[in-house]
């Protein structure tokens, strides 16, 4: 998922308000002398929904935004598609064409080829049956109706809908509903995905076969997914970049370890507190370099080298790299036993290594069962770094 | 009478001026109408043509030819054995009662008619919808038409276009045509937003949002109005034998002449056949193409 | 409206108008089927009311013939119609003309002689009760904007009814009139109104008309009776009123025969009072009554037809 | 006529059948109307005497406390000064064209028969959404009153009740009544089945929920019912004058058959001001206390 | 909140069944004969909702449903106030009451002061302002507006809405709807609450929040809370007891630990495989008993001791009961120092105590950072058991 990011930005957001309500032009003003949220709304009835905001989005990435309920997460995504149309600012889309300029026809291009959306309601229609809704998109575009009645179908299928098709959304129970309108804007191909709370009726398994489907989605066609959720866990596990809002503001925006272990306020800070770590971080972000390098070839050798380190074990390079951890107590059993040959595979500990990208979560019973740090080792066999216990430690009492 | 007080009686226009201007302006109209009233009438005469052709063709087939006909299309159309069947022997009643010819006339004038204001109307109720301006407009014009009373009307009508079919149908479709687009406007501005948004947002043009989600999200109210502009042109029928549209108000008007009230009612109740009829094929037909909203 | 074109002895394409009382059906419809089988003309009949008709013949020319049009009902629009050439009178529709007056139903008269009078009438105002104002007495007078409306309401002042606490109420139309006769004849209660004859009320129903004891003043009906701008109306008793068969200038011109014809068609009330009560009760239409008119009343029909003709028609009846 | 073949002519009842059958039941009713015609009368004279009263009022009482009183109600009740304004010009209008004491006549009348139809017509609405077997009784009932042509029963109904207020008041409510009917019935069919859920859940009685979501919820769709039922009141004035009701209706009729057309569009445009009177105050008053769902 | 459960059960389900569709009367012997839901969807266009479903909820607990999405869960909840009539079996409240027998005046009382109902999809009333809204179950009692209002804006601004009372539903966003629906249920005082996915629309913060508000709610007032929630981790947070439904059926039923510990079925498992194991168990489903007791009043006569054992630590008893635990190491140097005394304080090892209802997560740190097992002590300061490294790695890496 990290992929590069230095990639051209594919919707830059400049400068964006939004007021609701009828004179929000009016009351505008208000907004940039700096009154608050609630203060606009007890002396206007007008809701500030976004303030200021400035953001980029590159393309291929998955960009999560996170927020209290309320703080102008929808708000912020019926821009993109200009369901809304902002107070003040501009959506610059492809860098330069800024969508408020587009013609109608432009405008239901891009809503049609580069853009589907999740709605945090679902928006279903109630007249069409759950294969209409699913195909509504291509129907739109204009696809014929075998073709987009197939394609929908696979989609209905991926997402665990078969046998429904001839429903009608009332007959739906909440997360089949949301099901549907995740089928419908699979179906379209467009390579931005507006996802609002689009996971949030599903039930663990379902959600997880989602996730992943999103996941592939994007490695294998490169889609841009703008994804709000309220589940730290889910934002950490899709998440590119997380950006977080607060009553209208964005407060922070960066990768997910940057947000959980440098939040910029107190806001995000609390707001992340709750988040399971061990499952939010990869040991990457948590090991050590790995210090103790044993790279004497003979035995004695390195027992003499070890036992100069302060610690009673060693990682063992030899010319093609690092092969395994041995132990002080091994070398001296073997000594004792007079064996004055080469280090070999067989005197290595019999321990799994672990790679930079696996979740911290996943390593801790091992760490826990090893009393020694353990190998970080990538997958071409390279050794990264290690693992102590300590350090795992430390990253999860850090609140 | 003597001293009237503006306190007592509203200071009225003087009695003179307001003959002269009635006068003027009826003359005036006069004039118009005996200028351009040839050539308006030309402007319709294919309709007319139209209307006559249609009503030889109901009056002059076999009774049972056209009965077959009618019971067919309420089939094709409703999909319910039990209206056709219901149909079919309501129109035998009428056949049996001495009022087939009378009933043919009328089902003609009434048809197209009603299609005509159904199919003026829910456009109309659609641009009405979709502006506030366009409403404000149409609003007090439809008020008009429903109020202003036929004869106030009739009689001008008749000068311009003179009696018979055609001023019959105008007549029919200005009183008609008010809650079909009433309703339709309403129903269209109802519609869900979110369904709507949600619409929009998968690019949508403004046709498509109409067609396929505005419409059928409205049916029960367009419905509703296409209801009401068949039960109003129905009622309209004896006004339309006034100024010389044949079928069923004229015996109506007869008997209520002559006192002769069961020919009154059993026409009366031939006029209600087709009423029902129209209806409920319509509603049926509505039902049948969309009914996971109706029964919403 | 297309008539010049047309030779003078062919007859073409005629329009009737068939009106909704009982009398100028059947007239309708003797004179569809006379002018059909006597003048091969292609009879076609349209509805309407005399409003509709009257404007629709000045103005356009359609339908050609009116049968049987009262004066009473839009006299001004056709005299001017006539005036205009437009409209031509064929003739008198009822020879002995229509007959007006203020009614009261028979069963009073039988009751008390008196009641034939107006003095009697007035005597018994209180019989007449008011239907909104039970301390009023009611006149029903001729349906507003009718021609009749302006001679009722001045004989009405004529007769100082106002001062014998009758209140005149409107009936709106012809059916008011005609429901509240019906009212009063099912009760048997009193009723006092305008009404004209021959008509299907009177037929069915037996009123006697009231005399005032003035008898005509033709002079003084014209000029100020029924004239909108008489201050000082005297009682007179109606003279007979015009009802006349009314035909548009261009049928005048196409089909002189047949506007012939239509001259001299015309009925005595005592014939016309006899069809309508056969009508009555046969509750038969104007087309029934117009088979049993031509059957029964050979004599009188004949002579309004020259005998070719007569013969055509009479095979055409037989065919029927 | 001879040898008619039933492939050409319906196959019809017999001519003296037909005309027996008409003559006993035109003597059944005869009967019947001498036997209670009375009786029904004496029951309506209470509100014969309050219609007469109410009239009387508004004809009698100076034209600008009238007018006053008027305008009024209309504020209150829209709390609308755009309106009132208009409706103040308007009635001035009226007033100086000479139409006052025939538009209070009018206003007398139409007043009541409104309230009566709105009155009746939501509660039945309410039941026939309720129970299907109400509104399959209803509906047909209702096609009935609304296409039955008012000419069939104008005569009948006067001959049991006499001419005037009341016969007319009936007539005007039996063809108006039935748009209120329906679209209550539709607008409470509906409703947000989830709302009413919510309603259900949190143990609101069926009144309850009938007075606090069904009837708010359904409002856009009622108010369209009463604009309707308003109009078709409205549009009876001259059919109920017919009959001896008083007002703008008789100067029309008096209009059509003289000919006088600017003196027709006068009244008929003075109906017009009663018509927009109703309407707009009664949506602004809609509006006014329910105007989230208006806005819906 | 683990409350005795031996109290008489408050509803109780017996033979549940639902069936939707037209004629779920006449198809409901399919699902006797034991056809599947999607056989008898494929067969007859019904769906199953429900089947054979048979529960105790008891007075006082918090009930929580999950299962996947479709599987009946808000059709089971509908039941209990009887929004849905079942097409066969019976729910008796009270233990005694069927409610499909209550008349119509029982069932309004019911519903107005014994259950109260947050919604999946909120159903708010559009045309009632927010404080309405909140106000609306009271409206139906007959509650007073002044006191109606009152409440509803205190609970209005514990759902933390304070100033949105005179906006309307459609203003809202999501999360900030279903908090008025919340307020709603909280504002009627009954003491059942039906919660269908209560808290799926809300951001981690205010979930949290309103956890803390229920678990409050409950143990002051002692409400019933019957909670459906796809949250593992919340219902684990939340639950007396879990029950488990998958397409209809009920699979399992028991306390938090049960359910993950000893999953009844495959099912339950891969439900649960995710579940944040450290966050859900506590201490004392993982601690095993502490074996190595030194009870020798004096410093040689422990250090004896412990050298008996396998293990270079021990758990100090005195006549007071357990004092701290003692390193042989500390032992020795005592006894090379000389000290011939008894063992005191100051021997003891500086750690914490952890208690045995900590959630395992919370004692993770300290257990990688501590070499030997940590003592569990309760409050009054009774050991009741070790936490190894090893037996939380074993639990942790169970699945
Ligand atoms: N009104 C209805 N008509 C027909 N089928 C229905 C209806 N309501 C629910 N169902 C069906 O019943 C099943 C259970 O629905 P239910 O809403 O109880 O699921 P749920 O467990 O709450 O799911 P979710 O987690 O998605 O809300 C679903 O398969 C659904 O399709
Ligand atoms: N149509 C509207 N009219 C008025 N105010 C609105 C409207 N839509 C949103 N708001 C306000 O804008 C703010 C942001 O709403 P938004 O829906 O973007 O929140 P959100 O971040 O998506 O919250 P949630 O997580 O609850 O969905 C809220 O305070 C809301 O009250
Ligand atoms: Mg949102
Ligand atoms: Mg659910």
Known sequence: MTQATEVKPLIRVKNLYQLFGKDAKKHIHLVHEGKSKDEILAQTGHTLGLKDINLEINKGETFVIMGLSGSGKSTLIRHFNRLIDPTEGSILIDDDQDILTLSTKELQHLRRKRMSMVFQRFGLMPHRTVLENSAYGLSVQGVSKAERNKKATEWLEIVGLKGYEKQYPSQLSGGQQQRVGLARAFCTDADILLMDEAFSALDPLIRSEMQDQLVELQETLNKTIIFITHDLDEALRLGDRIAILKDGELIQVGTPEKILLEPATDYVEAFVKDVNRARALTVETVMKPAKHRITEESIAGALAQMRKMPEDYGYYFNDDGYQGVILQETLEAATKDGNTGNVSDEFMEDIDNISPSDILESVIPETLNTDYPLPVVDDKGKLQGQLSQSSVADVLSNP | MAEKSWLTDFPQMDRDDLVAIRKSLDGTYRDFSREYGEMIEGFFDPLLQFLVAFEKLLVNSPWWAVLIAIIGLVYLVSRSWKLSVGITVAMCAVGYFGMWEDTMRTLSIITVSTLTSIVLGIPIGILMARSNRVQSIVTPTLDIMQTMPAFVYLVPVVMLLGIGKIPGLIAVVIYAIAPVIRLTNLGIRMVDSEVLEAATAYGATPFQRLIRVQLPLSLPNIMAGVNQTIMMALSMVVIASMIGVKGLGQPVLKSITNQYFTMGLLNGLAIVVLAIMFDRTSQAYAKRTNNRVSSH | ?320
């Open chain 3, 1 to 320: 409206a297309d008539t010049e074109k047309k030779t003078a002895t062919e007859c073409g394409d005629v329009t009737i108008a068939e009106m909704n009382w009982k009398s100028a059906s059947l007239t309708a419809h003797i004179d569809k089927f006379i002018l059909t089988n006597g003048y091969d003309c292609k009879v076609e009949m349209v509805p309407g009311g005399t409003e509709a008709i009257g404007t629709s013949m000045v103005e356009k020319g359609e339908p050609d013939i009116a049968p049987e049009l009262w004066a009473n009902a839009m006299k001004e629009a056709i005299d001017k119609g006539v005036a205009e050439k437009r409209l031509r009178y064929a003739g008198k529709s009822l020879s002995d003309g229509g007959e007006e007056g203020f009614w009261v139903p028979k069963y009073m008269v039988d009751e008390n002689p008196k009641m034939a009078t107006i003095e009697g009438v007035i005597e018994n105002a209180k019989l007449f009760t008011h239907p909104e104002d039970k301390s009023k007495s009611a006149f029903y007078g001729c349906p507003a904007g009718w021609n009749c409306e302006i001679s009722s309401g001045h004989l009405f002042k004529a007769l100082k009814l106002g001062d014998a606490n009758f209140d005149l109420v409107d009936p709106g139309s012809a059916a008011g009139l005609d429901g509240s006769i019906a009212r009063a004849f099912e009760r048997k209660i009193p009723w006092f109104g305008y009404y004209w004859a021959p008509t299907a009320i009177l037929g069915k129903y037996e009123m006697v008309k009231v005399d005032f004891g003035s008898g005509i003043d033709k002079e003084e009906f014209l000029n100020c009776t029924s004239s909108k701008d008489c201050k000082d109306p005297k009682v007179t008793m109606y003279p007979p009123s015009l009802v006349t068969t009314v035909t548009t200038e261009g049928f005048a011109i196409r089909a002189p025969e047949a506007f012939d014809y239509l001259s001299k068609r015309s009925f005595t009330n005592a014939d016309m009072n006899v069809v309508l009560a056969w009508m009555e009760e046969n509750q038969a239409d104007g087309e029934v009554a117009m088979e049993h008119y031509l059957e029964e009343n050979e004599a009188a029909w004949t002579a309004w037809v020259s005998e070719d003709v007569a013969t055509k028609v009479k095979k055409a009846l037989k065919a029927l």
